[in-house]
């Protein structure tokens, strides 16, 4: 049963610092891992979708990465800014019924 | 903005009532997925509909049902409320092509109370 886990569950840094979300899965056979930002009471934003072949994904100050082998992924944020405060979901997508799965999130808080 | 809607915004029903919930997938989608998301919880997947016809399920009992209708908007829809179902329902569209891995696009959720 595939499961997703996302460290740290909350994080609070200063504005300007670089930052690194992890995403770890536990069934490499995925077709994709989706990065989604969701604010408070909000839904869904998709930031990045990385396919099981490709190896990063980069938006602006965005950079996904994804090793499936070891089942990881990391969302890298550049510069942060307080606008970056907000909930990080990764969600991957089974191979083995296609389901996607998420993660409990990552509570970012960028203090100014 | 994503282009998928969602109504009503917010809803507060009673233990034992039926709800429907409703999405607007985004124009040129062809399949839509309904989640709910309990505080502090990531998604959890409640089903799929690919061109009308239910495409996958998770772990969430018969009393909770789908429709997808020929414009590719959807109905969720709830029997018998409990007191667990409080929480916010998200659905999302997507185009869907043989073997390929889409990007999933959410609408703003319903946020359901069950007193």
């Known amino acids: 049963k595939q499961e997703v886990t996302q460290i740290p569950a909350a994080l609070s840094v200063p504005e300007g610092e670089n930052l690194v979300l992890n995403c770890s899965f536990t069934?490499?056979?995925?077709?994709?891992l989706q990065w989604f930002r969701q604010d408070p009471g909000k839904g869904l934003t998709s930031l990045l979708l990385?396919?099981?072949?490709?190896r990063e994904q980069t938006s602006g100050r965005l950079n996904a990465s994804l090793d499936k082998s070891s089942g990881r992924s990391t969302l890298y944020i550049a510069a942060s800014q307080p606008g970056d405060s907000a909930t990080y979901l990764c969600?991957?997508?089974?191979?083995?019924?296609?389901?996607?799965?998420f993660g409990k999130g990552t509570r970012l808080h960028i203090l100014p | 903005e994503t282009g998928v809607t969602q109504s009503p915004t917010h809803l507060i029903k009673t233990r034992g009532q039926q709800v429907t919930l409703r999405c607007s997938s985004q124009?040129?989608?062809?399949?839509v997925s309904w989640y709910q998301q309990a505080l502090g919880q990531g998604p959890q997947f409640i089903f799929q509909?690919?061109?009308?016809?239910?495409?996958g399920r998770g772990n969430f009992p018969p009393r909770f049902s789908g429709l997808q209708f020929p414009n590719y908007s959807s109905e969720l829809n709830v029997n018998a409320l409990e007191l667990d179902d409080s929480a916010l329902y998200l659905c999302?569209?997507?185009?869907?092509?043989?073997?390929?891995?889409?990007?999933?696009?959410f609408g703003p959720g319903t946020r359901l109370l069950v007193l």
């Open positions: 509909y690919y061109r009308e016809e239910e495409n």
């Open positions: 999302a569209s997507s185009f869907v092509r043989q073997g390929a891995g889409e990007t999933q696009y």
């Open positions: 969600a991957v997508r089974s191979r083995r019924d296609d389901k996607i799965i």
């Open positions: 069934d490499s056979a995925i077709y994709n």
């Open positions: 124009s040129g989608h062809n399949t």
């Open positions: 990385i396919q099981s072949s490709q």
